[in-house]
């Protein structure tokens, strides 16, 4: 009778005390909060982008070399995303005011920069600038890459690049090259080519491309670091093509030398890419690069590059910000060794 009395009071004070451990436990789970977690969902802000249309700051006249690819690339991101994109020109300041405009716009993805070649030269030789194109400005991806054509009159006495290179050693002084422009590509082409020959053709600038590539029509001018506008004059043999500005050979024209391969290092590129203001959220950047990468493999924007001669590259937003300070570096060497002056803006 004992046995079984202590027998009961044993498992009455186990049940207990089992009752309050877990009541306790309870208490604890109760007053301590769990740890909060986000975790991503559809509604969260970068998910759902584009909401609404989408701008892209074209920097040069419609209608340009520029112009098409920002329209083209425009098109297929559209059909990607199923929003307006739209491109809107905005010229003028040596492409420096589209670039002002898109530095201060808000930095949410819904406007964006068709940046070039130009932007990495303009901090270099502008006296005072409202943005910082290194810090300002967000890069996203490159949208294209294209070589300049080193042309010069049909009746030039050079028909070979090695030719003309033994016209400006013992003529350099008397002879002159056309560009579009001072301070532009084919500007500090031209200065480059002199730095390589160590001589000092004069430079003869003209208010844009067409007028310069005249003027080498006219044998005004002896040469011309020209863009794809004078494929058609190349063609029709009222030019001659003597050399190539990008490190590799061109498809279009794969029998004609590059100037690397005669000067290593040299490489003078028109290129094209997308940046957003500075601050655009890092999800958003990375979804209109890898958008933008998948429009460039698109059968029409593949046909069409390859007419144009150019090369669809989309190096990444952070392959695409060290290329930009690497350009600049080179431009602002070539402005040190030429003893370029400073334009007012």
Known sequence: MLTKTLSTLLCTWVLSATALCLSGSLLFAQSVPAPSV?????TTPNSSYPTRPVTIINPYPAGGGADNVARMIATALSQEWGQSVLVESKPGGGTTIAAAYVAKAKPDGYTLLL????????????KSLPYDYLTSLQAITTLSFTSLYLVVPAKSPAEDLNQLIDLLKKNGSQMNFASSGSGSL??????LLNLNLKVKVQHIPFQGTSPATNALLTSSVDFLFADTSAFALIEAKKLKLLAITSEKRDPVFPEVLT???????FSSQVWTGLEAPAGTP???????????KKAMGL?????NYKESARDATALSPGEFTLFKKSEMDKFAQI??????ELIAN
């Open 38 to 42: 986000n975790l991503p969902t559809a």
């Open 115 to 126: 940046s070039s070649t130009q932007h990495a030269i303009a901090p270099l030789l502008m």
């Open 186 to 191: 084919p500007h500090l082409s031209g200065e």
């Open 259 to 265: 100037l690397s391969e005669v000067f290593p290092g």
């Open 282 to 292: 890092k999800a958003v950047v990375d979804k209109i690069y890898q958008t933008t």
């Open 299 to 303: 059968p029409n924007v593949v046909k």
């Open 335 to 340: 402005v040190k060794n030429s003893q370029l």
